[in-house]
């Protein structure tokens, strides 16, 4: 199994409090992503970085924000947590070098906003 | 941005049954790759396949990229139980652009 972490596995916290979810991997990987999954939406990209300080939008970042201040570890913060957020949130890992960019996800964080 | 479309979007099936599942776009793909998650789960990959007209197999599973590059399908023959799960496709083009279908919900009964 791919060395991915993510903490923490279950959160709820009310509307308007900030929260921040961590990725850690320990496989040196280049590129992380976070991608929220919903009953009928599927998975959805909100953030992906492609290296230290390195980080780009997906199609839902809207309401999110990232940072990757080392290579193991990606950070997605809600500012200002809202119901529509409720979700379950999984960070994945890549090298980036093989066909098709083969992805590797960790277990998911359940987040619920009250 | 490419939109996969996976039918169906649930299938519940009796043990040892056989079922397709596919996932089409209007777009053509660089590659396509699918990958099973099950209840409580990340994704895993199953499989990637990048020519027009490639089948490869997985034990049970046998997946099908189509000749102009735009459709998949998954084969699974004589289900079990341990097949349940969300199958789900995924365009393997560039970094921001790894997009997944809302994939197949499959419950496979003893």
């Known amino acids: 199994d791919a060395g991915i972490t993510q903490s923490p596995r279950h959160k709820v916290t009310e509307t308007g409090t900030p929260v921040t979810l961590r990725c850690h991997q320990t496989?040196?990987?280049?590129?992380m992503y976070w991608y929220r999954q919903d009953p009928g939406h599927g998975l959805r990209l909100i953030h992906y970085s492609y290296g230290v300080k390195d980080t780009d939008k997906g199609e839902v970042s809207d309401g999110y924000s990232v940072s990757r201040s080392k290579t193991e570890d990606f950070l997605l913060t809600l500012e200002s947590a809202t119901s529509s957020q409720t979700s379950v949130y999984f960070c994945?890992?890549?090298?980036?070098?093989?066909?098709?960019?083969?992805?590797?996800f960790g277990p998911g964080t359940r987040l619920t906003v009250l | 941005t490419q939109l996969l479309e996976q039918s169906p979007q649930f299938l519940s099936i009796q043990e040892g049954e056989n079922l397709t599942v596919y996932c089409n776009s209007s777009?053509?793909?660089?590659?396509l790759q699918w990958y099973r998650q099950e209840p409580g789960e990340g994704p895993v990959l199953l499989v990637t396949?990048?020519?027009?007209?490639e089948v490869k197999k997985l034990k049970r599973l046998t997946f099908q990229f189509g000749d102009a590059r735009k459709d998949s399908s998954l084969h699974i023959t004589a289900a079990q139980p341990g097949d349940t799960g969300l199958y789900l496709c995924?365009?393997?083009?560039?970094?921001?652009?790894?997009?997944f279908g809302k994939g197949t919900k499959l419950s496979v009964k003893p």
């Open positions: 777009s053509v793909f660089s590659s």
């Open positions: 994945a890992i890549s090298t980036g070098h093989s066909v098709g960019n083969e992805q590797f």
């Open positions: 496989e040196n990987h280049r590129y």
């Open positions: 995924r365009y393997g083009g560039s970094q921001g652009n790894l997009i």
């Open positions: 396949v990048v020519t027009g007209g």
